[in-house]
């Protein structure tokens, strides 16, 4: 049970520290309130899941469990539906029964869901014809309408992003508790997938699948316990009062949590090892992840792991690479020797989509579901040649059929970019290439 213990400043005192990507709120007395406000909630998670989780980190590192963190780059108010988040975690529970079969190992599910608010940008500002106006920062912070009130920092939006994401996470727990996301279902969800002839390659593993399903059942395998699936919730850990507002101790342990979700990361512009986000991570219980881009150094790897993992638990910390497919099999190398050479464990997962964002010549922001298989085959590549744990993938994605990446077999082009382009930031694999990619990675995953 937690306590509501209140702890100003979290327990790294992360406030003395350089703080990046923060919102200019203009009313101070306004973002007391809606602090305060946030510190007499609940907790949206509970220690005892936390640790749990952190509990099949470790088994991931290790090779004995493989990690799926996948959703929106910015979740939207706007689309905080039942169906959306429906249609997401079907996604993501179709790729994990594909990935499992793959794999032979469990499957970690985990949503970039229920709290994926805040957004890094590159600039302060966005200019529009000749307006400037104070850059998007996720509906946790500003709406997206290119209008000078919209773009206000308002936060009120905090504990609206509360109240959504505990929405969030009350629909995901009945449907993942209340038999929705029984083992058989999903399965029989992923037989439509192999209709489309681009995914004829694909049929004999699919079939495969349901062999072995039709073999269990025969085999009389208790499939009312494979009824529930644990899933959890992840997002980036970048508004800071936000976060420090849902920090709580437990008072089983007397440790802090981040009570906003289960697992928080760092993101590659706000990773600095003596910077605010890092501090305040440093003081949580959570599993954590960081981020980590093409430039990183070792000196800025060796004291992130000073930082997040002094003591090197297994579990505690993932480092997920996001390098650009060109770049990989040469960056990435070094870094895992590195980290092994160091000796405290990590979990190793890859990120194939933020190094590999780039401009359609018709303007849209997007990326080629080619590349972003290659970045994942280079990550298998560069551990299997190393030896060490390629233990999972994190991605951005949505259960709808949306037209943001370039590519799949239903061969996206760039004039079918205009067709739905929805998202309010990065390009998200839609539901097909969200499978697609869960059929290639269970074949890397078999070797
Ligand atoms: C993101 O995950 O949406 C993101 C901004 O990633 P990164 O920090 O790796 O650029
Ligand atoms: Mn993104």
Request: net charge negative; hydrophobic share 40%; charged share 25%.
């Amino acid at each position: 049970m937690m306590n509501e213990l209140q702890v100003p400043g979290g327990a790294a005192g992360w406030r003395q520290h350089h703080a990046a990507q923060q919102p200019r709120y203009p009313d101070p007395q306004a973002l007391a309130d809606a602090a305060a406000d946030l510190r007499t909630r609940p907790p949206l998670v509970f220690a005892g899941e936390v640790d749990s989780l952190r509990e099949k980190m470790v088994l991931a590192s290790q090779g004995r469990a493989f990690v799926l963190m996948g959703g929106d780059c910015a979740e939207s108010f706007h689309d905080n539906t039942a169906v959306n988040i429906r249609l997401k975690l079907q996604t993501i529970l179709q790729m994990a029964a594909v990935l499992t079969y793959g794999a032979s190992t469990p499957v970690v599910k985990i949503g970039r869901m229920a709290g994926q608010y805040a957004k890094p940008r590159s600039s302060d500002t966005e200019t529009r014809d000749g307006v400037t106006l104070p850059s998007y920062r996720g509906d946790s912070v500003n709406d997206h309408a290119f209008t000078a009130e919209a773009r206000i920092p308002d936060p009120q939006r905090m504990v609206d992003a509360y109240l959504r994401a505990g929405t969030t996470l009350n629909l995901i727990r009945s449907f993942t508790m209340g038999g929705y996301a029984d083992l058989r279902e999903v399965h029989s969800w992923n037989r439509g997938f192999t209709a489309n002839p681009a995914y004829k390659r694909f049929e004999s593993f699919a079939e495969e699948i349901d062999r072995a399903m039709r073999f269990m059942e025969a085999a009389g395998v208790d499939f009312e316990a494979l009824r529930q699936v644990d899933f959890y919730a992840a997002h980036e850990a970048l508004l800071l009062e936000y976060e420090d507002a849902m920090t709580r101790e437990d008072s089983r342990s007397g440790r802090l949590y981040d009570t906003s979700a289960h697992f928080l990361w760092v993101g590659e512009r706000t990773r600095g090892a003596d910077d605010a986000h890092v501090a305040l991570l440093a003081g949580v219980h959570n599993p954590v992840g960081v981020k980590i881009g093409p430039t990183t150094t070792r000196d800025e790897l060796l004291s992130l792991i000073d930082h997040l993992n002094p003591d090197g638990d297994p579990g505690r910390l993932s480092l997920i690479t996001r390098m650009g497919a060109d770049r990989i099999r040469d960056v990435l190398p070094p870094l895992v020797e590195i980290v092994r050479a160091d000796g405290r464990p990590v979990t190793w997962i890859t990120d194939p989509m933020h190094g590999n964002t780039i401009t359609s010549e018709n303007g849209y922001k997007t990326r080629r579901f080619d590349t972003i298989m290659d970045e994942v085959r280079g990550f298998f590549e560069v551990h299997r040649a190393l030896g060490t744990v390629p233990a999972g993938i994190h991605v951005e994605l949505t259960g709808d059929d949306v037209t943001e990446v370039l590519g799949g077999g239903e061969h996206i082009d760039e004039a079918g970019l205009a067709r739905r382009y929805e998202t309010l930031v990065d390009p998200r694999l839609n539901h097909q290439q969200s499978l697609e990619m869960a059929f290639e990675v269970a074949e890397m995953l078999r070797g």
